[in-house]
């Protein structure tokens, strides 16, 4: 599976969503994206990637797009 | 001033003088803001005739009691801008304080714990054994107070695992699992006094005499909401501390103090037993005879104001609990600012905080 496919399917799974959907999503844009949720997705996309966030990452995740800035920084070195 | 530059300031940096500018500054700002966006407390103002112009120091900021959040509900922001709505801990039958977030103040909510609490712990994220049951976060559409603790905190935690069960009984199997994974780690343990007391260290208690033993000599935990029931059983600090290092070697362990109306915000003790504001919040201690600010060492009724909150006006509460003062900026442990002893609630006060509200069904 390439990268984007397990970063998408962190948040299809974990939110129950569609692909469709991804694009431009926010923190608290549904209701599944909510604190517990962004838990979820957060355990989702370290497994996926066998890293661990620092807690400012966690924090600072607070859209689609912005999730895959933060993993592509050297720290994590995630390429899409 | 915003709030993002606050965060950028070492959470126990500043000394009394600068963190009162400080804190004088923002709670003004924040005051003039709840003033303009919520109509019920620019009526308050109206009616004490406030003026701005006369606040030489956040301490002659007005302070509203804190259940009127359970009478009022008092927001600063429209209903479509709000995201999350917390309540605070009641026992059966009692009114409930209803707390309005919307992004932003949600977000600096939990921004500031991660800056006071890694102060505490280190900025790394540890495996992490939470001390109650998952059906806490479950109702997600409102949050307790219980479940907002154990959310705040799990940001701390690598991996996860809830050491009770629905029924309240240790999950002993998959804590014996856990522990053996993460073997050699540092393992933060979090949960609120009283279920850590009836529920953890009892059965720890228990299984020891059966022979079955954990070790947790590379714990640290962290635990909150209210001591109440475990001073009616003649459970001191001292003791909490004793019997859970004699039964498992759990040896690092913070209360801290916080209320949901303030969430974020929380006073973690020190390793010299001291709760510590940071320069996002602080206690004033007032004489319940006239509100006057009592002395280093004087009881009295706990206000507290904090930095965060920008949806609903409670910046600055009056509180149903009496503490003291015991130090600003000089505690061995080298934090800044006031630390301070939380006595018990005031005689006549409800039962509230998540150990305690819990603790009448005992």
């Known amino acids: 599976m390439s990268n984007i496919e397990k970063y998408n399917n962190a948040f299809i799974e974990t939110f129950e969503i569609t692909e469709d959907q991804l694009a431009g999503l926010k923190y608290q844009d549904i209701a599944a994206w909510d604190s517990v949720g962004h838990m979820g997705l957060i355990a989702a996309l370290e497994d996926a990637f066998d890293i661990m966030m620092d807690t400012d990452d966690i924090i600072d995740l607070s859209s689609y797009e912005k999730g895959k800035e933060i993993l592509a920084k050297d720290e994590y070195g995630v390429e899409f | ?362």
Request: net charge negative.
């Open chain 2, 1 to 362: 001033m915003t709030f993002d530059e606050i965060l950028n300031i070492p959470p126990y940096s500043l000394g009394k003088t600068e963190k009162e500018k400080l804190l004088t500054e923002r709670l003004a700002e924040l005051n003039k803001l709840h003033q303009e966006n919520c109509p019920e407390y620019r009526r308050m103002m109206e009616a004490i005739d406030f003026d701005a112009q006369k606040i030489k120091s956040y301490a002659d900021l007005p302070y509203l009691p804190v259940r009127l959040f359970k009478e009022l509900e008092l927001k600063s922001v429209p209903q479509e801008d709000v995201v999350k709505t917390m309540t605070s801990s009641g026992t059966t039958g009692q009114a409930v304080s209803k707390i309005y977030l919307d992004r932003a103040t949600s977000s600096n909510q939990q921004k500031t714990m991660v800056k006071i609490v890694s102060d505490f712990t280190g900025s790394s994220r540890m495996p992490m054994i939470i001390i109650d049951c998952p059906s806490v976060v479950k109702n997600r559409a409102m949050f307790s107070a219980r479940g907002a603790g154990i959310l705040g905190f799990s940001i701390f935690g690598s991996k996860k695992i809830y050491a009770l069960d629905d029924d309240m009984k240790l999950d002993v199997e998959g804590v014996r699992n856990f522990l053996d994974q993460y073997q050699g780690q540092r393992i933060l343990l979090f949960g609120f006094t009283f279920m850590i007391w009836q529920h953890f260290y009892k059965e720890l208690l228990r299984l020891k005499e059966e022979g079955v033993t954990f070790d947790l000599s590379n714990g640290i935990l962290i635990h909150g909401g209210g001591w109440k029931k475990l001073i009616s059983e003649a459970v001191s600090h001292d003791e909490f501390h004793q019997k859970l290092k004699a039964v498992c070697g759990l040896e690092h362990i913070h209360d801290y103090y916080g209320m949901v109306e303030q969430t974020g915000c929380i006073y973690m003790e020190c390793e010299c037993g001291h709760l510590h504001a940071s320069i996002f919040s602080d206690v004033i201690v007032r004489r319940p005879i006239d509100f006057s600010e009592a002395d280093i060492g004087e009881p009295g009724i706990i206000q507290v104001v904090s930095t965060i909150p920008e949806s609903y006006p409670g910046h600055s509460l009056l509180t149903e609990d009496e503490g003291v003062i015991e130090g600003i900026d000089d505690c061995p442990c080298g934090r800044k600012g006031k630390y301070f002893k939380i006595n018990g609630r005031l005689k006549n006060a409800e039962i509230r905080g998540c150990s305690d509200t819990y603790a009448t069904k005992f």
